[in-house]
């Protein structure tokens, strides 16, 4: 099928090239022209694993190409695909402004019928907004349809999670509009779920709202099991064991961070309330998610006694592993808390350390976790990166002014810590501490 996605970010980037992988014809539309260069290379602008191997594969088979003119898009393709950013506003209010200008752009170009898919996250009833917009900005009755088809894949694994996701989800108003999808879809040979845009719209809304609540509640857990002596990652297991909760999203930890579910659940929240439905659950997830930022500060106080005048390392920067991606970061929160509180912060993280250096100021960044461990007063860990979980813990302990770990990610075992005389404090689980 030919396609076309008007939005060369991510979401847009990853469905161009796995489309192309399932043996469509794609165009990538993009009005950043310092984006675009370097993508028609096969240089992609972003950390990604597996995804530039993807594009360049497709640029020279010939069935994945970019452009920087919505026209050449949908003059190309009976299927458009919005996958522009929808940032937050300060209210949480999702910005749809960059949804309503393509989806005029693209009603400009329209001659014959096109399939119009919002592809990125938006609020319920966007698809009436681009429908509506379309049909005002046509210069002439032409048919067409609007689509809803929200995207759920993980940065770091957002290739394998588009080419075997759970689920897809369609939400459409005609049936040739879903005759379309389900054949876009067919070489992926998984589950589709049909329904209407609106219920579309709100899938994406509540699968992310409901991840960043398992992820709160087990961090709720933590602090309960803290006060307690009990220990949260044994909870998780017996408690995930049962497949009605399922094991995955429950490990505590410094809170989640990331471009998705702050923005979401804010945006939820608030559609919610302008629906008259005040959503307290979703609020509270909020709430524990930044204590467990502020958390994180208070517990390396604990491990140092005064913050003031130390030297604390930090190993990992990025909102999760496998990728270079900083926005909403809790490293961000908690260096910014650190450094108000007098502290000197060294810091190291295998892909975001170029992106970090934009953000923080009077961080020392270094090379890898050793040259951090150097004369620290206490390391702290944000990011569970797998260069981290194989350190050699006896090398780093004896470059360290005093052995003191605040591991933020559960990665290492208490006991094994406390045989290697650290003093290590962990999330939910009790200190080990001498
Ligand atoms: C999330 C969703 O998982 C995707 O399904 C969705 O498509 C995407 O948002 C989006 O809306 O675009 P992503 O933000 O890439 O994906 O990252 P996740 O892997 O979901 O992790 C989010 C945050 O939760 C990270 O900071 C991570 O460290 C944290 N987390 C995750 C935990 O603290 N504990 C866990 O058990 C799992």
């Known amino acids: 099928m030919k396609i076309s996605i008007v939005g060369a970010g991510h979401v847009g980037l990853v469905t161009g090239a796995c489309f192309a992988e399932s ?4 165009l990538c539309v993009d009005n950043d022209m310092e984006k675009l260069a370097p993508l028609q290379k096969g240089k992609i602008p972003f950390y990604e694993p597996g995804l530039e191997r993807l594009v360049r594969k497709h640029l020279k088979t010939g069935r994945l190409s970019f452009s920087p003119s919505i026209q050449e898009g949908v003059r190309k393709s009976g299927v ?50 681009v429908r509506r917009t379309i049909r005002h900005s046509l210069r002439r009755k032409i048919p067409f349809d609007v689509a809803s088809n929200p995207e759920f894949l993980r940065e770091g694994q957002a290739v394998k999670d588009f080419l075997q996701p759970d689920r897809v989800v369609i939400g459409v108003e005609s049936k040739k509009a879903e005759k379309i999808l389900l054949e876009v879809y067919r070489p992926l040979k998984t589950p589709i779920v049909v329904t209407d845009i609106k219920s579309a719209e709100i899938i994406k809304h509540a699968s992310n709202s409901f991840l960043s609540m398992k992820i709160s509640f087990i961090n709720a857990i933590a602090t309960l099991s803290e006060k307690v002596g009990a220990d949260v990652v044994k909870i998780a297991e017996g408690v995930g064991m049962d497949k009605r909760i399922g094991k995955s999203f429950l490990n505590a930890g410094v809170g989640f961070g990331g471009s998705c579910f702050g923005k979401d659940l804010a945006a939820f929240i608030n559609i919610a309330s302008k629906a008259g439905v005040d959503f307290q659950l979703l609020k509270e997830v909020q709430r524990i998610n930044q204590h467990q930022r502020e958390g994180v500060v208070r517990k390396i106080e604990q491990a140092v006694w005064n913050l003031r005048g130390k030297t604390i390392g930090i190993l990992g920067l990025s909102f999760k592993p496998d990728t270079d991606d900083l926005r909403d970061a809790p490293a961000i929160d908690i260096i910014r808390a650190l450094q108000k509180e ?9 892909a975001a350390m170029e992106n970090a250096k934009k953000f923080l100021t009077g961080v020392t960044f ?54 290697l005389g650290f003093r290590y404090f962990s999330m939910g689980r009790p200190a080990i501490s001498s």
């Open 80 to 129: 458009v695909f919005i996958a522009v950013g929808t940032p937050s506003r300060p209210s949480g209010e999702a910005d749809l402004s960059y949804v309503e200008v393509v989806s005029r752009e693209i009603a400009h170009a329209m001659t014959t019928y096109r399939l119009i898919v919002e592809k990125s996250t938006v609020p319920v009833e966007t698809g009436e907004w």
């Open 366 to 419: 270094c090379a890898n976790a050793y040259e951090v461990a150097r004369g620290v007063d206490c390391l702290v860990i944000l990011t569970e990166w797998r260069v981290f979980k194989q350190l050699h813990l006896r090398k780093l302990k004896s470059l360290m002014a005093h052995p003191v770990l605040v591991d933020g990610r559960n990665l290492f075992d208490p006991e094994r810590m406390r045989r």
């Open 23 to 26: 043996g469509h014809q794609v």
């Open 342 to 350: 007098g502290v000197k912060v060294k810091a190291t993280d295998p």
